[in-house]
C-alpha cells in the first residue's frame, strides 16, 4: 500500500496539534521537522516532476487550467477564464489603465519580476493597483513581485473570470488591500521543478524544503492564514485548490469582501 504523502502527514500533523501550538513559531517547526517525512517521498516526487515536464504554462500544449482537486476526484474549473490559453501563455506584460491600475497578464516567466520593477519605477507614482491575470510559473519572480507591491503600498485585484492560480497568488498576497470579484479564479498547488533538468534526490529534498520555507515565510509576512500553504502543499502539480471566497476570507487572502455581479436592468 503506497504510504501517505509528505503534504497528508504535515497537515495532519498540524490539525491535531495541541491549541498551544499552532502558533506562527510552531508552523515553521513543523516545516523544518518535515525533512524525514520529504526524504520518503523524495521518488514519487521525482516521478512527478518528469511526468508532468509540461505543466510550465509556457510551455506550447501546457493546460492553462488544470482539473480541481476536490476530495480526490478531479472536477472542473467553477468558471472558464474570459481570456484564452494562448494570451496567458505569454510572457507576462504590463499595460497602465484608467484609474491607477496596473494590468499584470501572462504567465510568469523567469525575468518578469525585473520587467515589473521597471514599470513601476517608470510610473509608480501612476499605480495604485495591481490588477492579475496569469496561469502562475517562476516562483523566486513571484516572490519578489510581491514584495515590491508591499514595498509601494500598492493593492493588488483579480477581476471577473480573470485567472490567478499557481505561483500567481503569492503575487496577489503582496497586496495591502487584497480583492477578488466575482467569479475570480484562484487557484494553488504544489511547487515543481518545470525545467528539463533532473535535480538529484539531495538536490531535490534541499530545494524543496528551501523554497517551502521560503514562500511560508513570505505568507506569514504578508498576513496570510497557513492554511492556504497547507492546502497547496497536498494538491498535486496537474491540480489546483479552486479557492472559494469563503476559503480566501478565511486564510486572509482578501482583504475585501467579494463584489456581487451587478443585474441587469
Same mark, same amino acid.
Given at each position: 500500500?503506497?504510504?501517505?504523502?509528505?503534504?497528508?502527514?504535515?497537515?495532519?500533523?498540524?490539525? #491535531?496539534?495541541?491549541? /498551544?501550538?499552532?502558533?506562527?513559531?510552531?508552523?515553521? &517547526?513543523?516545516?523544518?521537522?518535515?525533512?524525514?517525512?520529504?526524504?520518503?517521498?523524495?521518488?514519487?516526487?521525482?516521478?512527478?516532476?518528469?511526468?508532468? +515536464?509540461?505543466?510550465?504554462?509556457?510551455?506550447?500544449?501546457? +493546460?492553462?487550467?488544470? !482539473?480541481?482537486? &476536490?476530495?480526490?476526484?478531479?472536477? #472542473?474549473?467553477? $468558471?472558464?477564464?474570459?481570456?484564452? %490559453?494562448?494570451?496567458?501563455?505569454? %510572457?507576462?506584460?504590463?499595460?497602465?489603465? +484608467?484609474?491607477?491600475?496596473?494590468?499584470?497578464?501572462?504567465?510568469?516567466?523567469?525575468? @518578469?519580476?525585473?520587467?515589473?520593477?521597471?514599470?513601476?519605477?517608470?510610473?509608480?507614482?501612476?499605480?495604485?493597483?495591481? #490588477?492579475?491575470?496569469? +496561469?502562475?510559473?517562476?516562483? @523566486?519572480? @513571484?516572490?519578489?513581485?510581491?514584495?515590491?507591491?508591499?514595498?509601494? /503600498?500598492?493593492?493588488?485585484?483579480?477581476?471577473?473570470?480573470?485567472?490567478?492560480?499557481?505561483?500567481? !497568488?503569492?503575487?496577489?498576497?503582496?497586496?495591502? =488591500?487584497?480583492?477578488?470579484?466575482?467569479?475570480?479564479?484562484?487557484? $494553488?498547488?504544489?511547487?515543481?521543478?518545470?525545467?528539463?533538468?533532473?535535480?538529484?534526490?539531495?538536490?531535490?529534498?534541499?530545494?524543496?524544503?528551501?523554497?517551502?520555507?521560503?514562500?511560508?515565510?513570505?505568507?506569514?509576512?504578508? /498576513?496570510?492564514?497557513? /492554511?492556504?500553504?497547507?492546502? =497547496?502543499?497536498?494538491? !498535486?502539480?496537474?491540480?489546483?485548490?479552486?479557492? &472559494?471566497?469563503?476559503?480566501?476570507?478565511?486564510?486572509?487572502?482578501? &482583504?475585501? %469582501?467579494?463584489?456581487? @455581479?451587478?443585474?441587469?436592468?
Amino acid at each position: 500500500m503506497k504510504s501517505p504523502s509528505f503534504a497528508l502527514r504535515l497537515k495532519t500533523a498540524f490539525l #491535531t496539534a495541541d491549541d /498551544g501550538l499552532l502558533m506562527r513559531g510552531a508552523f515553521f &517547526t513543523l516545516l523544518a521537522a518535515a525533512g524525514a517525512f520529504l526524504f520518503v517521498d523524495l521518488r514519487e516526487m521525482t516521478q512527478a516532476s518528469a511526468a508532468f +515536464p509540461g505543466h510550465d504554462p509556457m510551455t506550447t500544449g501546457a +493546460p492553462v487550467l488544470p !482539473p480541481a482537486l &476536490t476530495d480526490g476526484v478531479p472536477q #472542473t474549473a467553477p $468558471v472558464d477564464p474570459a481570456s484564452s %490559453p494562448e494570451i496567458l501563455r505569454q %510572457p507576462m506584460r504590463f499595460e497602465l489603465l +484608467p484609474g491607477g491600475q496596473l494590468k499584470a497578464e501572462g504567465s510568469i516567466d523567469p525575468g @518578469a519580476a525585473g520587467r515589473f520593477a521597471e514599470e513601476i519605477a517608470a510610473r509608480g507614482e501612476y499605480v495604485k493597483e495591481v #490588477t492579475l491575470n496569469s +496561469p502562475g510559473g517562476s516562483v @523566486a519572480d @513571484a516572490l519578489v513581485m510581491s514584495a515590491l507591491i508591499r514595498e509601494k /503600498g500598492l493593492n493588488t485585484k483579480v477581476a471577473t473570470k480573470a485567472l490567478c492560480a499557481s505561483s500567481c !497568488p503569492l503575487v496577489f498576497a503582496g497586496g495591502v =488591500a487584497r480583492e477578488a470579484e466575482q467569479d475570480a479564479i484562484l487557484g $494553488v498547488h504544489q511547487v515543481f521543478n518545470g525545467s528539463q533538468d533532473q535535480p538529484s534526490p539531495e538536490q531535490a529534498m534541499s530545494g524543496a524544503q528551501s523554497t517551502t520555507a521560503r514562500i511560508a515565510r513570505h505568507l506569514d509576512e504578508m /498576513g496570510i492564514g497557513n /492554511g492556504l500553504w497547507i492546502h =497547496a502543499l497536498e494538491t !498535486p502539480p496537474d491540480r489546483l485548490y479552486y479557492l &472559494t471566497p469563503e476559503k480566501m476570507a478565511e486564510f486572509k487572502l482578501t &482583504t475585501e %469582501p467579494v463584489a456581487t @455581479a451587478k443585474k441587469a436592468d
